[in-house]
Nanobody, 116 residues
């Protein structure tokens, strides 16, 4: 199994930036895909970004394309979500998600609040 711990959320003004981290541990060698999702109050969880663990493929939801970037630090088995030009509508709890050899694991989530 894989364990995920997110960090980096907080309160930021519109137009600002935040970088979220998702540290993976356990059987990380089985991970093939990492994804970021978010859930705003009263809304369903929505997809944000997809990142192939190998780094070979990344894609983003239209709502964040051009503003958010996913990267990975191999030595730490940590995936980052760099969020720039933040908007109030980006306010949500952000979750990372790992797909590995028949398993799907979620982090605990980190709150991002963007004030107008």
């Amino acid at each position: 199994q894989v364990q995920l711990v997110e960090s980096g959320g907080g309160l930021v003004q519109a137009g600002g930036s935040l970088r979220l981290s998702c540290a993976a541990s356990g059987r990380t060698f089985t991970i093939h895909t990492m994804r970021w999702f978010r859930q705003a109050p009263g809304k369903e969880r929505e997809f944000v970004a997809n990142y192939a663990w190998s780094g070979s493929f990344t894609y983003y939801a239209d709502s964040v394309k051009g503003r958010f970037t996913v990267s990975k630090e191999n030595a730490k088995d940590t995936v980052y979500l760099q969020m720039n030009s933040l908007k109030p509508e980006d306010t949500a709890v952000y979750y990372c998600n790992a797909l590995s050899a028949g398993y799907e694991n979620w982090g605990q989530g980190t709150q991002v609040t963007v004030s107008s």
